[in-house]
C-alpha cells in the first residue's frame, strides 16, 4: 500500500435513489467502509447467523498477504454484531487442492520462514499432485502439510484477536457435505461446460468437472470416463497433470471412485463453498475481480441455482515497493510483523479503505506508527482535522481491545532511541524527562507504552538503521586531548542551556572549527562517550532525545 494514510479512506456509498412521485432519498454515508458493506449485506435479509467467507490454497508460507480476507472481513463482522447480528466468520482452506510444485520457502510453528534445507523436503517432492491433506507435514509436527498451514493461519487469527473458524474443503467432501453440490454439477455437466467455456480454455464435450483422487498413487486426476449418478460415483484414468512448465506424471490407474474422493475443479468448488455454508459476503483480491468472480457468479446462478454472495474487491498491498511473493522471498508473517508493531497498529492497516492500493515498508514502519498514532488521537479529539476523525469516530473502536483514554504512545522513533538503552528504569526516567509520562500516569498505562520499546528495538536491529546501537549507561573508559576535551565542556554548557536535538546537532559543527578540530573527529569523540563505538546515529539530534542532565554529565566525562 502505497501510503497507509487514513485520510483518503473514505468510500462513497453510491447514487442516490429516486422513488417515482416522491422526493429524492440520499443514501446515508459512512465514513467507514465497512458500515457501507455491512449495508449491503442487511439490504439481503440475509437468515443467521451471517455468513462471512475468505479462502486461501496452502500453497507456501502463510504470509500477512493470505491476511486480507480474514481481516477485511473481520471488521464487516464486527459491525454487523455491533448491530445486534449473529456472525458466523469462516476461512476455507482448498486443501483437497494438488500440490503442483515444491515452495522454496516454508514457516514454522512460530511463523519463522525457513528454508527447505531445515525441514524434510522430501516429504513434499514425494508427494506432487497429491492433495495438501494427504501430504506429511515437512516439520513432523502436524496431521499433514494443509493442517500444518492450517494451524499457522488460525495462530495468527488468535493473536489479532480475530473469531474465525477454519473450514477444510477435505473434510466438506469426506463427510459428505459437499456431495449434494457435486451431483447438481454433474447432473448438469453439459451446462457446466457451456458456462466454464466461457471463461476457460481447452473445454471440449470430453470435460467433466469433478477429479477423482486414484486410489492406487493418490494423485489427483483429472480425466473421468464416465459417472454414475445412482450409485455417486465416477469412473476415471490416473493421467497426467499439467503444473506451470512442468508435468506431475500420472500412474495410467483406471478405478472407480466415490463423490467423496475427489473434489469438483476450483471454478465450481468456489461457489459450492457459496452453497454448503450458506455464504452471504465475502471480500477477494482484484486479481479475482475479472475472471474467477464473474465465472463463479454464473456458476452459481446457472448451475446451481443459487446467489451469489455481496462481495468486495480489494487491493492487493505490496510489501517495501514489491509484490508480496514467497518464490522471490519477499514476505512477512504475522509473527514476525508483531514483533516490530502493536497489534493494534496491524489492525489499523487493514482497517485502511480496502479499495485503495498501499505498500508496507518495513524501513519506513515508523511512519505507519505515527499515522495510527494521529488517528487514535483523533478519536479523543485532540486533532483538528475533521474528515480523520470522523473516520476514527466509528473504526478506532474496532482497533482497540478497549478504548482507554489514558494510554500512552511513545513516538515510534523515539521509542527506537530508548531501545538503545538496556536499564528499563533508565528507558523509563528518559520518558518522564520527556514528558511522556508525569505523576498522574497509570501504571499500566506506562508498562503498555514501553513494551513499543523492544518493538521498536527489533525494527531498528532488523532494519540496521540509525536507531540500532547501544547507549553506554556506565561512561567508557576513553581519553581525549586536551583540545577535544575543552571543546566537549564547552558542548556540555551548550546543552544544559536547554537547546533541542536540531541545536545541538549545528553547535557540534560550529564548536568543532572553534576549536581547530576535524568535524568527523570530534563526532568521534561523541560516539565514543556515549556508544563506545567509532560511529552512530546522527549525534546532537540523538542528545536532544536524551535527559539533559545525564547528557551533560557525559560531555564532561563525570561519572
Given at each position: 500500500?502505497?501510503?497507509?494514510?487514513?485520510?483518503?479512506?473514505?468510500?462513497?456509498?453510491?447514487?442516490?435513489?429516486?422513488?417515482?412521485?416522491?422526493?429524492?432519498?440520499?443514501e446515508p454515508?459512512?465514513?467507514?467502509?465497512?458500515?457501507?458493506?455491512?449495508?449491503?449485506?442487511?439490504?439481503?435479509?440475509?437468515?443467521e447467523?451471517?455468513v462471512?467467507?475468505?479462502?486461501?490454497?496452502?500453497?507456501?508460507?502463510?504470509?500477512?498477504?493470505?491476511?486480507?480476507?480474514?481481516?477485511?472481513?473481520?471488521?464487516?463482522?464486527e459491525?454487523?454484531?455491533?448491530?445486534?447480528?449473529?456472525?458466523?466468520?469462516?476461512?476455507?482452506?482448498?486443501?483437497?487442492?494438488?500440490?503442483?510444485?515444491?515452495?522454496?520457502?516454508?514457516?514454522t510453528?512460530?511463523?519463522?520462514?525457513v528454508?527447505?534445507?531445515?525441514?524434510?523436503?522430501?516429504?513434499l517432492?514425494?508427494?506432487?499432485?497429491?492433495?495438501?491433506?494427504?501430504?506429511?507435514?515437512?516439520?513432523?509436527?502436524?496431521?499433514?502439510y494443509?493442517?500444518?498451514f492450517?494451524?499457522?493461519?488460525?495462530?495468527?487469527?488468535?493473536r489479532?484477536?480475530?473469531?474465525?473458524?477454519?473450514?477444510s474443503?477435505?473434510?466438506?467432501?469426506a463427510?459428505?457435505?459437499?456431495?449434494?453440490?457435486?451431483?447438481?454439477?454433474?447432473?448438469n455437466?453439459?451446462?457446466?461446460?457451456?458456462?466454464?467455456?466461457?471463461?476457460?480454455d481447452?473445454?471440449?464435450?470430453?470435460?467433466?468437472?469433478?477429479?477423482?483422487?486414484?486410489?492406487?498413487?493418490?494423485?489427483?486426476?483429472?480425466?473421468?470416463?464416465?459417472?454414475?449418478?445412482?450409485?455417486?460415483?465416477?469412473?476415471?484414468?490416473?493421467?497426467?497433470?499439467?503444473?506451470?512448465d512442468?508435468?506431475?506424471?500420472?500412474?495410467?490407474?483406471?478405478?472407480?471412485?466415490?463423490?467423496r474422493?475427489?473434489?469438483l475443479?476450483?471454478?465450481?468448488?468456489?461457489?459450492?463453498?457459496?452453497?454448503?455454508l450458506?455464504?452471504?459476503?465475502?471480500?477477494?483480491?482484484?486479481?479475482?475481480?475479472?475472471?474467477s468472480?464473474?465465472?463463479?457468479?454464473?456458476?452459481?446462478?446457472?448451475?446451481?441455482?443459487?446467489?451469489?454472495?455481496?462481495?468486495?474487491?480489494?487491493?492487493?498491498?505490496?510489501?517495501?515497493?514489491?509484490?508480496?511473493s514467497?518464490?522471490?522471498?519477499?514476505?512477512?508473517?504475522?509473527?514476525?510483523?508483531?514483533?516490530?508493531?502493536?497489534?493494534?497498529?496491524?489492525?489499523?492497516?487493514?482497517?485502511?479503505?480496502?479499495?485503495?492500493?498501499?505498500?508496507?515498508?518495513l524501513e519506513?514502519?515508523?511512519q505507519?506508527?505515527?499515522?495510527?498514532?494521529?488517528?487514535?488521537?483523533?478519536?479523543?479529539?485532540?486533532?483538528?482535522?475533521?474528515?480523520?476523525?470522523?473516520?476514527?469516530?466509528?473504526?478506532?473502536?474496532?482497533?482497540?481491545?478497549?478504548?482507554?483514554?489514558?494510554?500512552?504512545?511513545?513516538?515510534?522513533?523515539?521509542?527506537?532511541?530508548?531501545?538503545?538503552?538496556e536499564?528499563?528504569?533508565?528507558?523509563?526516567?528518559l520518558?518522564?524527562?520527556?514528558?511522556?509520562?508525569?505523576?498522574?500516569?497509570?501504571?499500566?498505562?506506562?508498562?503498555?507504552?514501553?513494551?513499543?520499546?523492544?518493538?521498536?528495538r527489533?525494527?531498528?536491529?532488523?532494519m540496521?538503521?540509525?536507531?540500532?546501537?547501544?547507549?553506554?549507561?556506565?561512561?567508557?573508559?576513553?581519553?581525549?586531548?586536551?583540545?577535544?576535551?575543552?571543546?566537549?565542556?564547552?558542548?556540555?554548557d551548550?546543552?544544559?542551556?536547554?537547546h533541542?536535538?536540531?541545536?545541538?546537532?549545528?553547535?557540534m559543527?560550529?564548536?568543532?572549527?572553534?576549536?581547530?578540530?576535524?568535524?568527523?573527529?570530534?563526532?568521534?569523540?561523541?560516539?565514543?562517550?556515549?556508544?563506545?563505538?567509532?560511529?552512530?546515529?546522527?549525534?546532537?539530534?540523538?542528545?536532544?532525545?536524551?535527559?539533559?542532565?545525564?547528557?551533560?554529565?557525559?560531555?564532561?566525562?563525570?561519572?
Open positions: 500500500m502505497a501510503d497507509p494514510d487514513v485520510e483518503a479512506g473514505e468510500r462513497p456509498d453510491g447514487d442516490d435513489r429516486v422513488d417515482p412521485g416522491a422526493e429524492a432519498i440520499e454515508h459512512h465514513a467507514f467502509w465497512a458500515d457501507a458493506v455491512a449495508d449491503e449485506v442487511l439490504e439481503r435479509d440475509p437468515d447467523p451471517i462471512i467467507k475468505g479462502g486461501v490454497s496452502p500453497s507456501g508460507v502463510a504470509h500477512l498477504g493470505n491476511f486480507n480476507e480474514i481481516m477485511r472481513g473481520y471488521f464487516v463482522a459491525v454487523l454484531r455491533e448491530r445486534g447480528h449473529e456472525v458466523r466468520q469462516v476461512f476455507t482452506s482448498d486443501d483437497r487442492d494438488p500440490l503442483r510444485k515444491v515452495p522454496r520457502k516454508l514457516a510453528a512460530d511463523g519463522e520462514i528454508g527447505l534445507g531445515e525441514v524434510d523436503a522430501g516429504a517432492g514425494r508427494n506432487l499432485g497429491k492433495p495438501y491433506t494427504d501430504i506429511p507435514d515437512p516439520f513432523g509436527e502436524a496431521d499433514s494443509a493442517a500444518h492450517a494451524n499457522l493461519l488460525a495462530a495468527d487469527a488468535e489479532l484477536g480475530v473469531p474465525v473458524e477454519m473450514v474443503n477435505t473434510e466438506l467432501y463427510d459428505g457435505t459437499f456431495g449434494p453440490v457435486v451431483r447438481t454439477v454433474l447432473e455437466a453439459e451446462t457446466a461446460r457451456e458456462v466454464l467455456a466461457a471463461y476457460q481447452k473445454v471440449d464435450e470430453e470435460y467433466v468437472p469433478f477429479n477423482p483422487i486414484c486410489e492406487e498413487c493418490g494423485k489427483v486426476t483429472e480425466t473421468v470416463t464416465a459417472v454414475d449418478l445412482e450409485a455417486e460415483t465416477v469412473e476415471y484414468v490416473c493421467t497426467d497433470m499439467e503444473a506451470g512442468s508435468t506431475i506424471e500420472g500412474c495410467g490407474h483406471e478405478g472407480t471412485a466415490t463423490f474422493e475427489g473434489k475443479p476450483w471454478r465450481f468448488e468456489w461457489p459450492g463453498q457459496w452453497d454448503v450458506g455464504v452471504d459476503f465475502e471480500p477477494f483480491g482484484k486479481d479475482h475481480a475479472e475472471g468472480w464473474p465465472s463463479g457468479v454464473d456458476i452459481a446462478e446457472t448451475v446451481l441455482g443459487i446467489d451469489p454472495p455481496v462481495p468486495m474487491v480489494y487491493e492487493w498491498f505490496t510489501l517495501n515497493g514489491k509484490a508480496l514467497s518464490s522471490a522471498g519477499n514476505i512477512v508473517t504475522v509473527p514476525e510483523i508483531l514483533e516490530l508493531l502493536e497489534p493494534e497498529v496491524l489492525r489499523y492497516f487493514f482497517a485502511l479503505e480496502p479499495k485503495k492500493a498501499r505498500d508496507l515498508d519506513r514502519l515508523d505507519l506508527v505515527d499515522r495510527f498514532d494521529r488517528f487514535e488521537r483523533a478519536y479523543f479529539g485532540v486533532v483538528d482535522d475533521e474528515d480523520l476523525t470522523a473516520v476514527a469516530d466509528r473504526a478506532y473502536p474496532f482497533l482497540v481491545e478497549e478504548v482507554r483514554e489514558e494510554r500512552v504512545r511513545l513516538p515510534y522513533t523515539f521509542a527506537a532511541v530508548l531501545g538503545m538503552v536499564d528499563e528504569a533508565f528507558r523509563e526516567q520518558a518522564r524527562d520527556e514528558g511522556h509520562f508525569d505523576e498522574d500516569t497509570p501504571q499500566w498505562a506506562i508498562e503498555d507504552a514501553l513494551d513499543r520499546v523492544e518493538r521498536a527489533r525494527w531498528a536491529e532488523r540496521d538503521n540509525e536507531y540500532n546501537y547501544r547507549l553506554q549507561t556506565e561512561l567508557p573508559d576513553a581519553a581525549f586531548e586536551d583540545d577535544v576535551a575543552a571543546a566537549l565542556d564547552d558542548l556540555a551548550f546543552v544544559a542551556e536547554g533541542d536535538g536540531e541545536a545541538i546537532q549545528e553547535r559543527y560550529e564548536t568543532a572549527r572553534d576549536h581547530d578540530l576535524e568535524v568527523a573527529a570530534f563526532f568521534e569523540a561523541g560516539y565514543r562517550l556515549f556508544f563506545d563505538e567509532t560511529q552512530g546515529p546522527r549525534l546532537g539530534e540523538f542528545l536532544g532525545e536524551l535527559e539533559r542532565e545525564f547528557v551533560v554529565t557525559r560531555l564532561r566525562r563525570e561519572a
